[in-house]
């Protein structure tokens, strides 16, 4: 799990390509990256394109280490320096998402259930560390915890019924054999920790992860696509966002998180005590994990240092006073 990669996303404020183009390659050269964009998709390549947004820009596979994050941070400045003569609307809107891809090419179906468990465990946190979190106001990206809750509670459900016929189609459950089965036991079967089997192209009706959820894991890349955050030009939080998807998949592999009915709280739902004790989980688990790469364990101070600042922003602006 040595690499990440991203995909960050633009209103198309300036209009003509080579333009945009030459910006891009300038921001690149900024920051310290020996390549250049080109307009062909490529997974060694940093690419360009226009999508539904507008630019869509993509980089290749990258060394996971802090000189690589502080190289993307540099990249986010330089475009934002050239693009300063633009008022923020004209930049971003809430289709523009900053998408983290994080190397999953050695990790196992069952082994991906455990990241998806650690999202839905820390999701009122990680909503909180974006500014402007997708999940919030983008019909592409539900929160985990909502889809999960309305599934116990809603046997009668378009999406119960969707994560039902799912699980007896594919006999994804561990034991599961009878397609009469209750949706409710399957899932809680699921939330004891039980092994979930899955394949990468059958995952859409999982009640864990979703094409158009938080987490994708059918990026066609080997990887696994982190999708909460919106594009921005905040370069700290950028870097920092990519460090937190890294960290949390390596602990989630490396200290393997059980999930419980009171973790299906809705972040909205969870009182102000809940909301502190899941950002002080959060932060107890990464200290707690063993990493396998040598660089990460020194960069977890700066890393939870961060989420720390991040929380208390968060926090003084919903409720005020100290968080």
């Known amino acids: 799990m040595g690499m990440f990669g991203f995909e960050f996303e633009l209103k198309q404020a300036v209009r003509n390509t080579n333009t945009m183009l030459e910006i891009c390659n300038q921001a690149l050269q900024t920051a310290g990256f020996d390549d250049k964009f080109s307009e062909y998709e490529s997974k060694s390549y940093w690419t360009f394109k226009t999508d539904h947004c507008g630019w869509e820009f993509t980089s290749p596979a990258l060394r996971s280490n802090p000189t690589n994050l502080n190289k993307v941070g540099y990249f986010i400045k330089a475009m934002k320096k050239s693009l300063k003569r633009f008022p923020e609307n004209e930049l971003f809107y809430r289709h523009t998402g900053f998408h983290v891809h994080v190397d999953a090419s050695n990790i196992t179906s069952h082994e991906k259930s455990h990241v998806a468990r650690a999202i839905v465990k820390f999701e009122p946190t990680l909503v909180r560390l974006n500014d402007k979190c997708r999940l919030r106001n983008h019909s592409y990206c539900m929160h985990a915890r909502r889809r999960l809750k309305n599934a116990l509670s809603n046997t009668t459900s378009s999406l119960t019924r969707d994560i039902s016929a799912f699980i007896s189609k594919y006999n994804i459950i561990k034991e599961h054999t009878s397609a009469t089965k209750s949706v409710k036991d399957i899932i809680q079967k699921a939330l004891a920790n039980q092994e979930v089997y899955q394949t990468n192209d059958l995952h859409r009706k999982s009640p864990f992860y ?114």
Do not use: V
């Open 210 to 323: 979703d094409h158009n959820g938080s987490l994708s894991c059918d990026t066609g890349h080997g990887t696994l696509e982190w999708r909460h955050g919106l594009a921005s030009f905040d370069s700290e939080q950028i870097k920092n966002w990519i460090a937190t998807c890294i960290f949390i998949q390596n602990a989630a592999l490396e200290n393997k998180i059980k999930l419980f009915e009171k973790d299906l709280t809705p972040s909205h739902d969870l009182s102000k005590e809940g909301l502190q004790n899941n950002a002080q989980e959060l932060i107890k688990w990464l200290r707690a994990t063993t990493y396998s790469e040598s660089w990460m364990k020194p960069y977890q101070r700066n890393l939870i240092r961060w989420i720390n600042k991040r929380m208390r922003a968060s926090w003084k602006h919903t409720y005020g006073g100290r968080y």
